[in-house]
């Protein structure tokens, strides 16, 4: 009798066990090179942007250094803070002393410079919230690398659109001087190019309007695309 019961108990561990691996075969889907992959059973982008009450968005600046991009940045990021939208600044200051660290200038370490942006910002996307960024990115082929990551549809591609004479005057580091001098190498503008956006969404001249009307012309227009409104498609 007892060793009947543990047949019995045998054969019943041994269905538990071929259910359980049925049910860890339905988890363990496989999605790229993740093959525990459940991303459809988070909570979605469309979840958190109704809870933020907005739409989120990249808004990529590109220009010269010293061309405006980050002040730029820092009043829109106000003026939407202020109007109730949850904004994360990118910009090298806090990206090269983080998570790009081990990078320099080379154009190999420009390309995965951007790459590893945009892959934070589409992180950034798909928790609902607005993310601007501040990058020289100084060619198309760059911007098109970002543009692909995030998705055409949530790019908006700001080009920051000022003379290298400008710049130099307000370069309060003295890189362009260094640059000049031959002290650091493939600095953009310099000695190494920058392509004018072909695809810039906006384009923002600032050597003849202050930091003010540059910002509430780039706020204007980014207004309509952020503003949330319940049950519209992506």
């Not at 190999?108 to 410079?113: G, I, L, P, W």
């Not at 956006?197 to 600032?206: E, G, H, L, Y």
């Amino acid at each position: 009798m007892i060793f009947q019961s543990q047949k019995i108990n045998l054969y019943q561990s041994c269905r538990f066990i071929n259910h359980f691996d049925i049910y860890l075969h339905l988890l363990m889907k496989e999605e790229n090179n993740n093959i525990y992959s459940v991303f459809d059973e988070l909570l979605q982008r469309h979840d958190k942007e109704k809870l933020l009450n907005q739409k989120s968005k990249v808004i990529w600046m590109s220009g010269l250094s010293g061309s405006g991009k980050t002040t730029i940045a820092k009043y829109l990021e106000r003026q939407l803070h202020d109007k109730g939208f949850l904004t994360q600044v990118l910009d090298g200051d806090n990206v090269r002393t983080g998570i790009n660290n081990n990078l320099g200038f080379s154009e190999a370490d420009r390309t995965e410079n951007i790459r590893r942006i945009a892959e934070v910002s589409k992180l950034f996307l798909n928790c609902g919230i607005i993310t601007i960024n501040s990058f020289v990115s100084p060619t198309n082929e760059i911007r098109n690398q970002a543009r692909n990551i995030i998705g055409e549809e949530n790019f908006i591609e700001v080009f920051i659109d000022t003379p290298i004479e400008i710049c130099e005057n307000r370069d309060v580091k003295g890189l362009y001087a260094k640059a000049r001098k031959g002290e650091i190498k493939n600095f953009t503008g310099i000695d190494a190019p920058f392509e004018v956006p072909d695809k810039a969404n906006i384009v923002i001249k600032t050597a003849d309007q202050t930091i003010e009307e540059s910002g509430e012309i780039l706020l204007k227009y980014i207004l309509e695309k952020i503003t949330y409104i319940e049950n519209e498609q992506l």
